[in-house]
């Protein structure tokens, strides 16, 4: 796991920056319903994609809440006095005070299943019947393009995906969150190079290979002998899910 706090004054930079964060605010809001009047960004990171949301609905009251103080801190300076600092397993909001909830690139970061389940459940509780969560799914299987680098990094160790989109789903029935739509978008900028993902690997943002290990050398190794080390290969398309509570 990354340290957030270290990595925040960085990481915008590094993810695509404010053209992800377009195209990612773009497809959320295509399933945030017409009308919602407060809207709670979890795990909000440095508020790039949540001022985005504030700014398209003005007449929409936007709350930002993440775990990390450095995400926290770049994402107040976005939205001042509409940022907090929690753990999305335990939001410190009332029942059914929201009219959506929305959730990007978190659940991928949860190494427990019942992390997820705990983070679904407060979704669901704050958002009132009749309301939306909007989430990230299948974040890893979105970065498998088809390219060289994904051939080289095929037999890497993987954990099963926290994410998936089956899971999410089914976590989010036991908590009457049922179906109500889907969408796609480019990860706009992250599009991996060779040189850079064997930065990334040696950096260890690539779970279950950590840095200095034996098979993280090989792998950047092999990474190095690729053409066109400072081509990126075809950007990420990443999947959302939209749910609706029951009234």
């Given at each position: 796991m990354l340290d957030y706090d270290k990595e925040a004054d960085a990481?915008?930079?590094?993810?695509g920056g404010e053209p992800r964060a377009a195209a990612a605010a773009d497809a959320v809001l295509g399933m945030v319903p017409p009308g919602t009047r407060r809207l709670l960004d979890v795990a909000c990171g440095t508020g790039i994609v949540t001022r985005r949301l504030a700014a398209a609905r003005p007449a929409t009251r936007v709350t930002g809440v993440d775990l990390t103080y450095g995400m926290a801190r770049m994402a107040a300076l976005r939205l001042p006095g509409a940022v907090v600092l929690a753990d999305s397993r335990a939001l410190p909001f009332p029942d059914g005070v929201f009219d959506a909830v929305t959730s990007v690139w978190l659940l991928h970061l949860l190494d427990r299943p019942e992390d997820?389940?705990?983070v679904v459940a407060e979704c669901a509780r704050v958002l009132r019947p009749g309301g939306a969560w909007v989430t990230t799914v299948d974040k890893a299987a979105a970065h498998d393009v088809g390219s060289d680098?994904?051939?080289?990094?095929a037999p890497r160790p993987r954990?099963?995906?926290?994410?998936?989109?089956?899971?999410v789903a089914s976590y989010a029935a036991a908590h009457l969150l049922h179906p109500a739509g889907r969408a796609r978008f480019p990860g706009r900028g992250q599009g991996r190079s060779p040189r850079r993902t064997a930065?990334?690997?040696?950096?260890g943002w690539f779970t279950l290979l950590p840095p200095g290990d034996p098979r993280t050398e090989a792998f950047a190794a092999r990474l190095e002998q690729l053409p066109d080390q400072e081509l990126p290969r075809p950007e990420p398309v990443f999947s959302v899910r939209a749910f609706r509570k029951a009234d």
């Open positions: 990481y915008d930079a590094t993810r997820v389940r705990a680098i994904d051939a080289v990094l954990r099963p995906a926290p994410d998936a989109a089956p899971l930065a990334d690997l040696r950096r």
